[in-house]
């Protein structure tokens, strides 16, 4: 039981290279989440999907992209990194249910150079 | 205004001490509220979901207020394992489930 997986766990990238990070769930949720964390800033929501086909913006959505074509998969991609968007990021997955449990990836590290 | 804000930390506190973080949120239509803890940038996990009517686990005990929109973690007699980052989080199940992260408070346990 894998529960919700991220690839890669690294990456280092240069400027102005576009990239996709991948979250995959086993846990048949609806609700998807990404993340970025950096020091002193707590998890900053980027975008979300409460179901297959759909994506909403967080609070800071620009410079990425995301995708649910299929219910078990949300991609983050990244079209032109930049070095502020270097940083820590994680997936999170939840049924939507009050009160329920939300599940996170072990991160993504990127650097961007 | 962050729609979670907590404590700003770092707490460094004795082992034995209680130790209370304190949470607010602005979005008066949130429905589920969380402790979530982090060790070392890995992935949160669950402490513990809080309800309006409060919940103890063991050494734990969480509290909400909707009316004051004020969410609260106690943590007696502290172990040096209770070090770690603890999240606010809160969910508005109805407004298209966001799950918001409060900036987090670090507690540092000392022997």
């Known amino acids: 039981n894998a529960g919700v997986t991220q690839t890669p766990k690294f990456r280092v990238l240069k400027t102005g290279q576009s990239m996709t990070l991948l979250c995959a769930q086993d846990m048949n949720h609806e609700y998807m989440y990404w993340y970025r964390q950096d020091p002193g800033m707590g998890l900053r929501l980027i975008h979300y999907s409460v179901g297959e086909g759909t994506t909403a913006k967080g609070e800071v959505p620009d410079g990425y992209n995301v995708s649910r074509l299929k219910k078990q998969n949300f991609l983050l991609g990244l079209e032109s990194a930049a070095p502020s968007q270097t940083s820590v990021y994680f997936c999170?997955?939840?049924?939507?249910?009050?009160?329920?449990?939300?599940?996170f990836g072990q991160g993504t590290r990127l650097t961007v150079v | 205004r962050k729609e979670v804000e907590q404590d700003p930390g770092p707490f460094n506190v004795p082992e034995g001490a209680t130790v209370a973080f304190n949470c607010t949120y602005s979005n008066s239509a949130s429905q589920s509220f969380f402790w979530y803890r982090q060790d070392c940038r890995k992935e949160p996990k669950l402490l513990m979901s809080?309800?309006?009517s409060g919940n103890e686990d063991g050494r734990f005990t969480a509290q909400l207020n909707r009316a004051s929109q004020y969410i609260s973690l106690l943590i007696r007699d502290s172990k040096l394992s209770d070090s770690a980052t603890y999240l606010c989080v809160v969910m508005n199940n109805n407004q298209g489930g966001k799950l918001i992260f409060g900036q987090g408070t670090e507690l540092s346990v000392k022997p």
């Open positions: 999170a997955t939840h049924t939507g249910g009050l009160g329920t449990e939300a599940f």
């Open positions: 809080v309800y309006s």
